[in-house]
């Protein structure tokens, strides 16, 4: 079970910025793919952002051209940043890693991102 810490969620007010940032402590080589999953009150958790090993990104619809998902300059770190957030991005952030392919993937423990004026 890969271990992965997360922080920077926090409160802002719509338009504003938060950035996450997400670590592990496995550093003798590179995961298959790391990412940014949400889940909102009564909603399912949802897909943000994934980036590969090979720095190829994905981002749901919903974030496009707002959030940039980017890997840390120490392996296996990744970091999120959400630029002109609006209220409907409230949720629980989670970080997900999957160390190789096949493998199961891990979540980190979650971290509040709260929109609101």
């Known amino acids: 079970q890969v271990q992965l810490v997360e922080s920077g969620g926090g409160s802002v007010e719509p338009g504003g910025s938060l950035r996450l940032s997400c670590a592990s402590s496995?550093?003798?080589?590179?995961?298959?793919?790391m990412g940014w999953y949400r889940q909102a009150p009564g909603k399912e958790r949802e897909l943000v952002a994934t980036i590969t090993s090979g720095s190829s990104t994905n981002y749901a619809d919903s974030v496009k051209g707002r959030f940039t998902i980017a890997k840390g300059n120490v392996k296996n770190t990744v970091f999120l940043q959400m630029d002109s957030l609006n209220p409907e991005y409230t949720a629980v952030y989670y970080c997900?890693?999957?160390?190789?392919?096949?493998?199961?993937?891990?979540w980190g423990q979650g971290t509040q991102v709260t929109v609101s004026s």
């Open positions: 997900y890693a999957r160390p190789w392919v096949n493998a199961a993937g891990s």
């Open positions: 496995i550093r003798s080589y590179s995961f298959d793919i």
